[in-house]
């Protein structure tokens, strides 16, 4: 992820479990990224543990791929589901197809050739983007780790 940080300081075999702020000492970038590193690593080890590779919701079909009625595309539920630990969500009030999903902008059409059976990760990752272009959000206010922008 592109950006002007200080240092990257997390490291998983520490077993930090927190970072603490402490009065007096000048506020580092490193010091709130890590926090949020170990946080978010946490929560992706945990969800690996629990959910497994990947997995959805029992309930609304998120992700439920099936074919089209002409059968030239492939339909995309909207919904949830978790891939390697990652929470990856498709959020549309229409219907989201192979050839139309957001944040995919050159599916390989090649596949329709040969696809005989819908594929089964979506494509998911994490990006640093503008602030003027992430959604509005509480939770991290929500969970208790500190917001700075």
Not at 17 to 24: A, D, F, T
Not at 28 to 40: K, R, S, T
Not at 106 to 124: V, Y
Request: with cysteine.
């Amino acid at each position: 992820m592109p950006g002007d940080f200080s240092r990257k300081t997390f490291d998983k075999k520490k077993h930090y479990s927190g970072v603490l702020m402490q009065q007096g000492r000048v506020q580092l970038d490193a010091d709130w990224n890590e926090e949020l590193d170990i946080g978010q690593y946490r929560t992706f080890t945990e969800t690996k543990d629990v959910i497994g590779a990947a997995g959805v919701p029992k309930k609304n079909n998120g992700f439920k791929i099936t074919v089209s009625t002409d059968g030239s595309d492939l339909v995309i539920a909207p919904g949830r589901i978790y891939v390697e630990g990652l929470l990856c969500e498709l959020e549309t009030n229409g219907v989201t197809t192979y050839k139309t999903q957001p944040y995919y902008p050159s599916p390989d059409l090649s596949l329709f050739g040969t696809l005989t059976s819908p594929p089964t990760s979506p494509a998911r990752g994490r990006r640093s983007a503008p602030p003027a272009f992430r959604p509005p959000t509480s939770s991290s206010a929500a969970s208790g780790w500190p917001r700075a922008t």
